[in-house]
T-cell receptor, first 110, second 117 residues
């Protein structure tokens, strides 16, 4: 079936470090892919998206590329900030609903 | 424009009880979905309502039910609560179902945190 697998957290980094959060998916066809972010005490927000293979989504310094050959959509940021501390969810769109990964908590220390 | 409003924000129940959670979507939005968020499972889709009709349903037992009113406000109900029902229940609002999911532009509420003792 359709599913999303994310690396387990927490991911702990120092400020200005490079971030990668791995996400792979299993799906029939070529679904749209998303990264959502949940800051402490807030609802989920769309961070970025890609709707077809080789698309690169980007926002707030974060990037992810839709890789059909490896069925992956890894999230990257070149230099993280303390304010990036949150839970990040990878998701795919399937039959009018989103299928989410389990989330990866990122903790950034000064 | 006001965001998605969920009430109550926190509640504690005991096993066997039932609970009703409420969601007011963004004004003008007619689609409301519900997700259950737990640390181990992430977000699991419960159901989706559009124009007072359930359009989609996840793999949850019949103890979980919902409805939508003519003003698009939605409620979900969980009967005969179990310890495993402890979770954050998220309401998601979008103008119409297909557009929200295909673009990812869904509007999440802050959730109702249910603790079952």
């Amino acid at each position: 079936g359709n599913s999303v697998t994310q690396m387990e957290g927490p991911v702990t980094l120092s400020e200005e470090a490079f971030l990668t959060i791995n996400c792979t998916y299993t799906a029939t066809g070529y679904p749209s892919l998303f990264w959502y972010v949940q800051y402490p005490g807030e609802g989920l927000q769309l961070l970025l998206k890609a709707t077809k293979a080789d698309d690169k989504g980007s926002n707030k310094g974060f990037e992810a590329t839709y890789r059909k050959e490896t069925t992956s959509f890894h999230l990257e940021k070149g230099s993280v900030q303390v304010s990036d501390s949150a839970v990040y969810f990878c998701a795919l769109a399937f039959t009018d609903k989103l299928i989410f990964g389990t989330g990866t908590r990122l903790q950034v220390f000064p | 424009k006001a965001g998605v409003t969920q009430t109550p924000r926190y509640l504690i129940k005991t096993r066997g009880q039932q609970v009703t959670l409420s969601c007011s979507p963004i004004s003008g939005h007619r689609s409301v979905s519900w997700y259950q968020q737990t640390p181990g499972q992430g977000l699991q889709f419960l159901f989706e309502y559009f124009s007072e009709t359930q359009r989609n349903k996840g793999n949850f037992p019949g103890r979980f039910s919902g409805r939508q009113f003519s003003n698009s406000r939605s409620e979900m109900n969980v009967s005969t609560l179990e310890l495993g029902d402890s979770a954050l229940y998220l309401c998601v609002s979008s103008p119409i179902p297909q557009r929200g999911v295909n673009t990812g532009e869904l509007f999440f509420g802050e959730g109702s945190r249910l603790t079952v003792l």
